[in-house]
């Protein structure tokens, strides 16, 4: 109990010293979005010109865009289960997607320390809206288990394919739902009402929302303008879950303006309640650009210079837009080349937050980056692993960027090497000229992976 006063202290006084007028106010409330499968090309401040994304460019302008960020998978579960527990893929305990009958994926086990439950150990109010895909129904991983408050949204993943649900969660409670209404509607709704209701305590509020992850579903009002401008695909049907997409690269464009205008909206809430310089709003995506449902992302650009896409470990599939918003705190108009992560998020919003930050973590606190102030810790690697496929493997070290692909066909699978600062695209194999750099990237690839008996890589003997 000492020690963890002692913590906790340390990071308060911390908090003083890089953000001076810190001590002297209120704990930052803090609103992290997830988009879904949005590609870092997708916003406009990182470079989309098909359609506009004006409020989260806002993010970037009126604070910290980063361009060096990269998310905790290449799909979904394993992210979310990265981002709650500040862990990269080879120790944090959901590293796939792998689903539960009738209802639900894998849940995170009880024991597992999680963003959440440590802000609120720290006094805040945690919410979360959205998908969560970490625990089937009133399992250990039920959010509400696992540190939140207050739950609205889609407990199973898979449920989560259309937008005009029948059923969805508010909080341990199965809801009945028409099936005509849009789901975002009503997670946005929760959300901002959750912030009304905490707006005299720190509050946290994590919004994984939907969007823009197939089907290519969003109201006909966000749709019918890019119908005029797409016109040439008038005649393309989109196929996912529920009833087909006409016109799918209108209807995505229209989910991303959707979207952009929600974000909107917590911004000007936020604003309303003046709470704008109490609430450090964070916005990311779980991983690369999809191609599913009839979205096309080569025509929007959606991963911009980088190849690949989700499930994929070239860039493409992982890096991801980070933008940070703190008036006052926050230098607006500021760009960081940072190698970061989504496992640094939780070590970085629990000492914003004077939060006890646990040992063993992956994650490096950011917070130096985002002040402006100290000296900011540097990651060694950035790891990740994946198991469909064919099972592949990559990390990221300075310069370089390895990849492994086809693992379960072969353990022992060439390990193909870019110079990422030269070759975004990480189109020219280096691997054969620099035959030291690869034999670090095995040790690394061996240190960063630890044994998981529901995850792990299925060799083949031939």
Excluded at 49 to 72: C, Q, V, W
Excluded at 326 to 350: I, R, Y
Excluded at 378 to 405: P, S
Aim: with cysteine.
């Amino acid at each position: 109990m000492i020690r963890t006063l002692t913590t906790l202290l340390l990071a308060i006084v911390g908090l003083g010293f890089l953000f001076p007028d810190f001590a002297e106010a209120k704990k930052p409330n803090i609103i992290y979005i997830l988009a879904d499968d949005l590609g870092i090309g997708d916003l406009g401040c990182y470079g989309q010109e098909k359609f506009e994304t004006p409020n989260i460019d806002r993010l970037a302008t009126e604070g910290m865009k980063f361009t060096d960020h990269y998310s905790g998978s290449t799909v979904c579960a394993p992210t979310r289960s990265v981002l709650m527990t500040g862990l990269h893929t080879g120790h944090t305990p959901v590293r796939g997607n792998a689903e539960v009958k009738p209802v639900g994926q894998e849940p995170i086990p009880a024991d597992t320390v999680t963003l959440p439950e440590l802000l609120k150990e720290a006094g805040y109010a945690t919410g979360a809206f959205g998908k969560w895909g970490l625990g089937f129904p009133g399992s250990e991983g039920d959010p509400i288990k696992q540190g939140f408050d207050v739950f609205y949204g889609y407990n199973c993943q898979r449920n989560a394919h259309t937008y005009y649900p029948t059923w969805m969660y508010d909080n341990e409670k199965k809801i009945e739902l028409d099936g005509k209404t849009y789901s975002h509607d009503l997670i946005m709704d929760h959300a901002l009402q959750f912030i009304r209701d905490n707006k005299d305590k720190p509050f946290f509020c994590y919004l994984p929302i939907t969007i823009p992850h197939a089907a290519m579903h969003v109201p006909e009002e966000y749709v019918a303008p890019y119908r005029q401008k797409f016109s040439e695909f008038e005649n393309k049907i989109g196929k996912y879950a529920g009833p087909p997409v006409k016109n799918p690269i209108a209807a995505f464009a229209g989910m991303c303006t959707k979207m952009d205008e929600d974000v909107g909206r917590v911004m000007h809430l936020v604003n309303e309640l003046g709470l704008d310089d109490d609430t450090i709003i964070m916005f990311t995506s779980d991983n690369g650009a999809h191609q599913e449902g009839g979205h096309n992302p080569e025509f929007f650009n959606s991963n911009g210079p980088y190849r690949g896409h989700k499930r994929d470990l070239t860039d493409g599939g992982i890096r991801a837009p980070f933008l940070v918003r703190w008036p006052g705190h926050v230098k607006p108009g500021t760009e960081s080349n940072l190698v970061s992560a989504h496992w640094d998020v939780l070590p970085t919003l629990c000492q914003l937050a004077g939060a006890n930050v646990p040992a063993g973590l992956d994650g490096i606190s950011m917070v130096p980056t985002l002040s402006g102030e100290g000296n900011q810790p540097q990651h060694e690697y950035l790891y990740w692993e994946f198991f469909e496929r064919g099972g592949r493997r990559a990390v990221r070290m300075g310069q370089w960027k390895a990849v492994q692909n086809d693992m379960t066909a072969n353990p022992n699978a060439p390990i193909a090497l870019y110079n990422i600062e030269k070759d975004v695209e990480e189109n020219v194999d280096l691997s054969a000229q620099y035959p030291l750099v690869i034999a670090k990237v095995r040790e690394i690839f061996d240190q960063a992976h630890t044994e998981n008996d529901r995850f792990k890589f299925k060799f083949e003997r031939k």
